[in-house]
């Protein structure tokens, strides 16, 4: 199987729109390498926007078509639609994608990787854009909360986006991935945006826009990314040191940043590192030692409830464990153990995970710390009592439940593959690791028959 960056782009694409469109990978190579592969191309990178010049690879003689053979237009795609395109010609390494720079959202290791050769495809090929959740479509019609600004003499807490084809969308598409980004009425119009509040004036609202406050405009950044980007463009990079799941936008370079229009002023704090800051609502997160407090008032209550003691309790501030699926734990519940032949026993253990709490908390206005810590507790003791009764039904639920995830996200067409790929890949080693035992059985049947025929 050829790697990620040498894989062909795949002959047939389903979109999010429900267009099936056809591509041709020699047709979109040979295009590619006129526009990055030409000397002088750097000028260009500088210039124009990686969008637009990944549109122009789909517009190349013979790229694109039509379900029937027929050449498609890109320009007449949705966003949606030329996005995921934009996707596959990353994923197949037909356009470059320079690695980006992480560090893991759990234990802050660094690492390098281009998202893109991550993706997986399978549920654009095998026609699998049917999931509530991940192929949901973005509502066009609604007013979708944003923090609040100012709209000329109005506050404003909603904006309304309309769906944009690449052309209508196409001064954006063209800006550079560098520099400053200047709102003007045709860039409101490119984005999509409709309204902002009651205000449709594209003049107005590009004002307005150029003024608003950085998480007012990053908040609609985020609503234009969920209309433009469908939710199945994420690669998942797991940590190689703690294994932590990092989801990683695809393609890696987008029109809009999240980043604020205006530079910070000088002196200005970052609010995330001022003591006592908010975390993302009202009250600041506690430290460890009041935290710590929290946990052992809430445990003693759960323990006396529930019917059981003896079990030890830890709240780690190291880096958080992650299950099978790569998402931090909140807690976890450890088996006691027999004595061994020193005559040492372990008992069984519920551990806390501080900085999972904190993370939470940061991300989630609305986390509320005290009653996340007693569903913790109260659902690790749930797998202590499990343990005891000899079968624990919620530790094959939670299992179950990552691998429905895990295919969702894969498409089931793509696992059956894979299985069937790890099948033929066990059998193969299998008759590897006992060819010599095959060998001299038969040879010794063969001698056996042989002193039989005598």
């Known amino acids: 199987m050829p790697s990620p960056a040498q894989r062909p782009l795949p002959a047939q694409v389903h979109l999010p729109s429900g267009t099936v469109v056809r591509l041709s990978d020699a047709a979109a190579r040979a295009e590619a390498a006129t526009l990055f592969g030409a000397p002088g191309g750097g000028g260009e990178r500088s210039s124009v926007g990686r969008c ?68 997986e495809i399978g549920p654009f090929t095998d026609g699998e854009l049917d999931d509530p959740e991940l192929d949901r479509p973005f509502d066009f019609g609604a007013l979708h909360p944003i923090p609040a600004l100012r709209v000329g003499r109005a506050v404003c807490r909603g904006v309304r986006f309309a769906e944009r084809t690449v052309e209508e969308a196409m001064p954006l598409l063209r800006l550079p991935g ?93 609010p995330e590192e001022q003591p ?41 501030a190291g880096v958080p464990a992650c299950d099978d699926g790569g998402e931090p734990l909140l807690g976890c519940y450890t088996p006691g153990t027999p004595a061994d032949e020193l005559g040492i026993a372990r008992p069984p253990e519920i551990r806390i995970f501080y900085r999972t709490f904190r993370s939470e908390a940061r991300a989630d206005p609305g986390f509320d710390v005290d009653a996340e810590i007693a569903e913790t507790i109260d659902h690790e003791v749930t797998h202590h009592l499990h343990h005891l009764a000899g079968s624990d039904p919620l530790d094959d639920e939670e299992h179950a439940q990552i691998e429905r995830e895990e295919l969702r996200r894969i498409g089931h067409a793509e696992a059956a593959r894979r299985a069937r790929r790890g099948a033929l890949s066990d059998l193969a080693g299998f008759a590897r690791a006992t060819w010599p035992a095959w060998v001299i059985a038969a040879v010794g049947t063969a001698l056996a028959w042989c002193e039989g025929g005598r």
């Open 276 to 316: 006592g800051a908010p975390a993302g609502r009202a009250g600041a997160f506690p430290d460890l030692d009041a935290f710590e407090a929290r946990v052992r008032a809430a445990a003693e209550r759960i323990y006396a409830a529930r019917g059981v003691r003896n079990i030890d309790l830890f709240i780690d």
């Open 178 to 270: 560098e520099g400053a980004l200047r709102i003007t009425p045709s860039l409101v119009v490119a984005m999509g945006i409709a309204a902002l509040g009651r205000e449709r004036r594209a003049p107005v609202i590009a004002d307005a826009l150029a003024a608003a406050p950085d998480e007012a405009w990053a908040a609609i950044v985020d609503l234009y990314h969920e209309a433009r980007y469908p939710a199945r463009l994420v690669a998942v990079h797991r940590c190689q040191g703690c294994g932590a799941r990092n989801d990683l936008d695809v393609p890696l370079e987008r029109e809009l940043a999240r980043a604020p229009l205006r530079a910070p002023e000088a002196g200005a704090d970052d």
């Open 52 to 119: 637009a010049r990944d549109v122009q690879v789909l517009a190349g003689p013979s790229v694109l078509a039509d379900a029937r053979g027929a050449p498609l237009d890109p320009l007449g795609l949705r966003l949606a639609d030329a996005h995921v395109l934009r996707a596959l010609l990353a994923s197949a390494g037909v356009v470059p994608e320079e690695p980006g720079a992480y560090t893991c959202e759990n234990c802050g290791a660094p690492f390098e990787v281009a998202p893109s050769r991550l993706l």
